[in-house]
């Protein structure tokens, strides 16, 4: 667990962790500049910004802030390079990894607000040392006077007042500081970002999807979320069962038949969460998955960036991949504008680097056998590619902001699988659901064994 900080809560509090930072990031500028031009070097602007003490010290400044200032670099800082240069995209890691931890002061502060004075006198414990800390808020283990062990997310104070400004000056300071490139058009994903955010700070909200998820769920013995506590739940403070999983990655190190189960398992929720539901769990941190091995469940948490999708969206993305495996380059010139990552004016070379984008990206849906994750570089070449228009090129068109959050979770997938060295019939899987996304939910897909039919 990282260090305990407090959460500046007013504007102008916040306004003035940025400008330190600006200030910061300029000084250092000017310095290593100075230093490199007495060694008789020519600095370039673009490296100095990139230096490593300039971007560890963004990270450090975004982690101590939390909220949509940490979340703005957490979305930047994706494997797949969509936006910034890969020195920043290594040192805005960190911000998934986790943040600095509220002291027990705001910790006490907001439950009194949410549960009132006393509130403690519910619990037979409550622990103030978080079990994790992340942009919006922290989980905390408690136990109620019953035995029922819960885990509690409570909501960083001033955190849902700071969105909008946040974000703003955050993207600002990025331009000012010529850490985007100039060719993208941020607004629309700014806005994007600013409903998401002020959803995930909705805990109400989050509560909700919650519930959508396991009434979709039930009845599948390989799956398992939460149980919401709806006395103990509101805006700021999500209470919920206390599951007692082990982290997702310990799959790793368990026999390739069930690794593969739980990769299967994976791949097919993504698939019925984008084509069959239209619900969609967008934030692909490893941390929102568990595994109990006892009983063989996918534990599945945190729901808050889940995101919905409309029958005619999700009708266009099944044209796409449907024209990836089996069109011509004009079927996936159709579906690639429908969906909206082409346009008109674009020119041709970029046009033509969409396109091999995107077949590389259905490239395991294409294999003429099961897909070895463990063994690809896939995500490495899709990174390159994607750098390459965008840095290299200079081409600024994004696709739509939902379309993005898509990337994400794909992007997430694929290095979970790969992480568990899965091997996947993962055309089969896909045929599968666009088959049959007509029924709510799909059925279960073909290739899949049962849990119980295998030796861990």
Same mark, same amino acid.
């Given at each position: 667990m990282e260090s305990q900080r407090p959460v500046p809560q007013s504007r102008l509090g916040r306004l003035v962790q940025l400008g330190r930072l600006a200030g910061g990031i300029a000084g250092n500028v000017l310095s290593e500049g100075a230093r490199q031009l007495s060694q008789g070097q020519r600095p370039a602007l673009g490296d100095l910004l990139i230096a490593p003490d300039n971007v560890a010290r963004l990270a450090e400044r975004l982690s101590e802030m939390r909220g949509a200032a940490m979340k703005l670099g957490q979305l930047l800082s994706m494997e797949s390079g969509e936006l910034i240069?890969?020195?920043?995209?290594?040192?805005?890691?960190?911000?998934?990894?986790?943040?600095?931890?509220m002291p027990l002061g705001q910790v006490a502060q907001v439950l009194n607000a949410a549960w009132g004075e006393g509130w403690e006198r519910r619990f037979r414990r409550f622990s103030f040392t978080p079990?994790?800390?992340?942009?919006?808020?922290?989980?905390?283990?408690?136990?109620?006077?019953?035995?029922?062990?819960?885990?509690?997310?409570?909501?960083?104070?001033?955190?849902?007042?700071?969105?909008?400004?946040?974000?703003?000056?955050?993207?600002?300071?990025?331009?000012?500081?010529?850490?985007?490139?100039?060719?993208?058009?941020?607004?629309?994903?700014?806005?994007?970002?600013?409903?998401?955010?002020?959803?995930?700070?909705?805990?109400?909200?989050?509560?909700a999807h919650l519930q959508r998820f396991a009434e979709r769920l039930h009845g599948?013995?390989?799956?398992?979320?939460?149980?919401?506590?709806?006395?103990?739940?509101?805006?700021?403070?999500?209470?919920?069962?206390?599951?007692?999983?082990?982290?997702?990655?310990?799959?790793?190190?368990?026999?390739a038949p069930v690794r593969d189960e739980v990769a299967a398992a994976l791949l097919e929720l993504a698939l019925k969460e984008v084509f069959c539901w239209g619900?969609?769990?967008?934030?692909?941190?490893?941390?929102?998955?568990?595994?109990?091995?006892? +009983? +063989?469940?996918?534990?599945?948490?945190?729901?808050?960036?889940? +995101?919905?999708?409309?029958?005619? +969206?999700?009708?266009t993305l099944r044209d796409l991949v449907r024209a990836t495996l089996d069109g011509d380059d004009a079927d996936l010139l159709r579906a690639a504008e429908?969906?909206?990552?082409?346009?008109?004016?674009?020119?041709?070379?970029?046009?033509?680097?969409v396109l091999a984008l995107l077949r590389m990206v259905t490239e395991p849906a294409r294999a003429p056998a099961d897909y070895a994750f463990g063994q690809t570089d896939l995500a490495r070449r899709m990174s390159d590619m994607v750098i390459g228009l965008r840095l290299r090129e200079g081409y600024g068109r994004l696709p739509p902001p939902e379309v993005l959050l898509l990337h994400r979770k794909l992007g997430g997938l694929y290095l979970l699988l790969s992480r568990l060295r899965a091997t996947l019939p993962v055309g089969r899987l896909l045929s599968g659901v666009l088959e049959d996304h007509h029924t709510r939910p799909c059925r279960r897909m073909p290739g899949w064994t049962s849990p119980t039919s295998s030796t861990p």
């Open positions: 240069p890969p020195e920043l995209t290594q040192a805005l890691a960190r911000l998934r990894e986790g943040a600095h931890a079990m994790a800390a992340a942009s919006i808020g922290q989980v905390h283990h408690a136990e109620l006077k019953d035995g029922t062990r819960l885990a509690v997310k409570i909501q960083y104070p001033g955190i849902r007042r700071s969105i909008d400004s946040d974000l703003d000056n955050v993207a600002t300071l990025l331009r000012l500081v010529n850490l985007l490139p100039r060719a993208i058009d941020l607004a629309p994903l700014l806005q994007e970002a600013k409903l998401q955010l002020h959803a995930e700070a909705d805990y109400r909200q989050e509560a599948d013995p390989r799956f398992e979320v939460p149980a919401l506590v709806e006395e103990l739940t509101t805006p700021e403070v999500l209470a919920t069962g206390f599951l007692d999983g082990e982290p997702i990655e310990t799959v790793a190190e368990l026999a619900l969609v769990q967008t934030d692909p941190n490893f941390a929102n998955f568990r595994y109990q091995a006892a +009983r +063989r469940r996918l534990q599945l948490f945190d729901f808050g960036a889940t +995101r919905t999708y409309p029958g005619e +969206r999700r009708a429908a969906v909206g990552y082409l346009g008109e004016g674009d020119p041709p070379g970029y046009r033509t680097g």
